[in-house]
């Protein structure tokens, strides 16, 4: 019953998508929500099957038998549909039909708009790649969650892999990822209907603004999630390893806020309009490239998915989306011209210029890290590996000239400004800037990239704040609000992490010791002491934990052994708004009276990598509400005027 229903939905959410096509081609728009709402339907129908197929144990549907099992806990139960290839797909998909019903309802009365209906034909197409990938065809295997396989009576899966039902962020940060990744999938629909209705000017943009600024928002929470589950269950030391499967969620998130603040200049003075296309056909290109990186098998991670002929067919895709964008943007080339210039450099049109140059070349580098291992491969046959160091050397300089920018670009007016008039503006921003570098050399701070990052980052964060308090003497509570006001409120989230990266990746200190039953040892001033190990017992696996004291407090390092035979090492922390003390296992003790190989990793201000990200989370929401309206500069760039010429007087003879 499970693979029928489960058919059935995937048949009716493809057959709906296409002829959704259709249906916007021949102009029949009182049927778009009919179609649009089957789609969700379809999709809704499917994931109900596959998750009460996990919940009951049906072993003939082939997803489940190989990532369900009788002993996986409830909650990972029910996580198991994004746990692997198949089910990941099937989440997409459902995502991806939430989304067009909720365009359709906001545009229910505008449906034979040509742009609403371009935009609308755009998400069914991509509905429709998703689900011809999931249906099963007879002869070709993609990525089918509801194949059907013959199971011996008495037959238990292996359920998911160990990593994946070992917290309780598995439940979160996947959706939350995909709800980033999918809702990209809005604005690059509005974005070809403009090009290929030809309607080039900011309405585009004002339909789409929030639909992004949601996308992004919720890209960021699973990026910052991510992290914090690495820091919390990996205990190697760290939180981003610049793994390929990370770059794939960090790439459009990139493109994506250098397309928020590019976007103002286009709303404000009618420019930077090939930038902003651009832009946002990158960032969902990219969303279709991190998919296929995170399943295609090409890439050794523990985020991805194993092989399977899916691969091909995202890169086909995202090969086809990628053409597509660009042939419409040259096709309407001439259209795109601005109407007015950049009048001077010292001027917010020319900061956001240059934030889009650095953005880009942030995405850039990522991209060829990531990238360039699996071009060599698949030329010449040889293995290479990209690591940290070039990732930390490249990307370094870029995140201080953003720092920069974040402290400069908020007190430039539009248009153009005096050297004076800045320099008095950046006047408090630049004394908070010297008291953060002094700060940081109290406290002990040493080396230049981290002295500067103290540095620049209170130069922007007392930009961030001087707009603030002007905002909110102006307009009271209401000087939080609005896209300007809640931008700012997410630069002071983005000061908050550039401190805590800074401060944690230089200052980091980490020893690996043997350390007996009562004994106790010193690192970086903490007192670590091994006090015995304890067995717990549960569904899905059997731990054995470390008994640890941390200056004094208890934690609880471990050794995860799972009824399918994976093994997970799980960290105890400490953790304080100064510094994180985590200690991991490295070898249990052979007996009452052994040792045990721990390593002890002291981090500082780790914590407040997530009090940033949640600052940046809250300063998005304050966004989405509805500011101080302003009205737009012209586009034009103000005429020099001219001064009439006299007639010239002939002599008289």
């Known amino acids: 019953m499970n693979i029928t229903l489960g058919v059935l939905g995937i048949a009716i959410a493809m057959a709906a998508s296409a002829i959704g096509v259709v249906t916007v081609a021949a102009r029949r728009f009182d049927r778009v929500p009919m179609c649009a709402w089957l789609v969700l339907g379809g999709a809704a129908l499917s994931v109900f099957a596959m998750e009460r197929a996990l919940i009951t144990r049906d072993f003939s549907v082939s997803y489940v038998a190989a990532n369900g099992s009788h002993a996986t806990p409830a909650l990972f139960n029910v996580a198991t549909l994004w746990a692997a290839l198949e089910g990941s797909i099937l989440l997409w998909a459902l995502i991806l039909a939430g989304y067009l019903v909720l365009v359709m309802l906001k545009f229910r009365h505008r449906l034979d708009d040509p742009l609403v209906g371009w935009a609308m034909a755009v998400l069914f ?60 999938t809005v604005p690059f629909a509005f974005a070809v209907a403009a090009l ?68 103002m200049v286009q709303e404000r003075r009618g420019m930077l309009r090939v930038w902003n296309l651009s832009l946002v056909c990158a960032t969902f290109s990219l969303t279709i490239l991190g998919t296929f990186l995170t399943r295609s098998g090409l890439v050794d991670s523990v985020h991805a998915f194993s092989a399977d002929a899916v691969g091909p067919a995202l890169l086909v895709f995202f090969a086809l989306v990628v053409a597509a964008t660009v042939g419409l943007i040259a096709w309407r080339g001439d259209r795109l011209r601005s109407l007015g210039q950049i009048d001077s450099s010292l001027s917010r049109e020319a900061s956001f210029l ?41 990307t370094m300089p870029v995140g201080l000239l953003l720092l920069f920018l974040m402290a400069v670009a908020p007190v430039l007016p539009w248009r153009k400004t005096t050297v004076e008039r800045l320099s008095e503006r950046l006047l408090w921003p630049g004394w908070v800037a010297v008291a953060s570098g002094l700060v940081a050399l109290l406290v002990g701070a040493r080396g230049l990239a981290p002295l500067l990052a103290f540095t620049l980052a ?160 809250a300063g998005a929401a304050f966004s989405a509400f509805p500011g101080r ?17 006299r007639k010239r007087e002939v002599p008289v003879a």
């Open 196 to 263: 290929a209705t030809g309607r080039l000017g900011e309405g585009w943009l004002v339909e789409t603004r929030r639909w992004t600024l949601f996308a992004w928002a919720f890209l960021t929470a699973g990026i910052i999630l991510g992290a914090w589950w690495s820091w919390d269950v990996l205990g190697w030391g760290g939180y981003w390893g610049w793994d390929p499967v990370e770059n794939a969620s960090l790439l459009p998130w990139l493109t994506g806020t250098a397309y928020l603040h590019s976007v």
């Open 458 to 617: 209170g130069f922007a964060g007392g930009a961030a704040l001087r707009q603030l308090v002007l905002a909110a003497r102006r307009q009271g509570w209401r000087g939080l609000v609005g896209r300007a006001n809640g931008g700012m409120v997410v630069h002071l989230g983005v000061v908050v992490v550039a401190v805590a990266l800074a401060a944690s990746n230089s200052y980091l200190h980490q020893s690996e010791l043997t350390i007996g039953r009562g004994q106790t040892a010193t690192v970086s001033g903490h007192e670590i002491a091994f006090v015995g190990t304890e067995e717990r017992v549960f569904d899905n696996k059997t731990t054995v934990e470390a008994l640890v004291l941390v200056d004094g407090a208890l934690v609880r390092p471990g050794v995860s052994r799972f009824a399918n035979g994976g093994v997970v090492r799980t960290p105890g922390t400490v953790s304080s708004p100064v510094r994180d003390i985590q200690v991991a296992v490295l070898d249990l003790p052979d007996g009452v009276a052994g040792s045990a190989g721990v390593r002890v990793t002291v981090q500082p201000l780790t914590l407040w990598l997530w009090v940033g990200g949640a600052i940046m989370l």
């Open 629 to 645: 309206r302003r009205v737009p500069t012209t586009a034009v760039s103000a005429p020099v005027p001219r001064v009439p010429l």
């Open 125 to 184: 197409l991509v509905c429709l790649f998703f689900f011809v990938l999931m249906f099963n065809w007879p002869s070709l295997e993609l990525a089918q969650p509801f194949r059907r396989v013959d199971v011996p009576p008495g037959f238990d899966g292996p359920g998911p892999n160990p990593l994946l039902q070992n917290h309780w962020l598995m439940a979160v940060h996947p959706p939350m990822l995909y709800l980033g990744y999918v809702g990209f």
């Open 354 to 394: 240059a934030n889009n140059l650095l953005f880009g070349m942030f995405a850039f580098v990522v991209l060829l890290g990531t990238v360039f291992p699996l071009i060599v491969e698949s030329l010449d046959g040889r293995r290479i590996s990209v690591g940290t160091p070039f990732f930390d050397r490249m």
